[in-house]
């Protein structure tokens, strides 16, 4: 299948399940899954920026539009789709998978605990921005800590649960012709 034909049954379909599922969801008002940003976190590593910003607006803006809030998810994948470069960096191993690999997954990140890390950082980052622009203020430290928190563990759970059912076959490619 083509990539961008993947890439926009991918997009409409994390929206579609965040907007008529996930957004049902509060568990009382602590917890909120989100996981339509895992679209960005799937993208090719050899994504450019300037492409990986506007997608990340699209989609953000695509789920505001439908939660008529006034880009508070748009502001929150625009900030994981800047961060997301260099973490990948950071967490790559040094022979360099996103030669050999097309997107990040538990095998192209050479396991378990760096996709996590990847994973994770990125949710903790989306979540706590999200919150904040919805909470405004720090009003309540602890409540917006704890639904911050609880939050990113239930969307971890989420991904995780999604790496298995929808597992990605990356084919490894050499640098041989």
Known sequence: M????KNMIRFMLFILVQVFVLDNIHL???LTPYIYF???L???FRIG????MMIAFALGFTLDSFRHHPGFHTAACLLIA????????????????DNNYEEPSIKSMGGVLPYLIFVGVLTLLHHGWLF????????NIWYFLVKTLLSTVLSLVLIMITELLFTRQQKF???TV
């Open 28 to 30: 009382h008002q602590m």
């Open 42 to 44: 799937w993208l090719p």
């Open 49 to 52: 920026r300037t492409q990986l």
């Open 2 to 5: 083509n990539a961008l034909v």
């Open 132 to 139: 904040f622009l919805e909470a405004w203020q720090f009003g």
């Open 82 to 97: 800047y961060i997301r470069p260099f973490l990948i960096g950071l967490l790559i191993p040094q022979e360099g998978a």
């Open 173 to 175: 490619r050499t640098n």
């Open 38 to 40: 895992l679209f960005i």
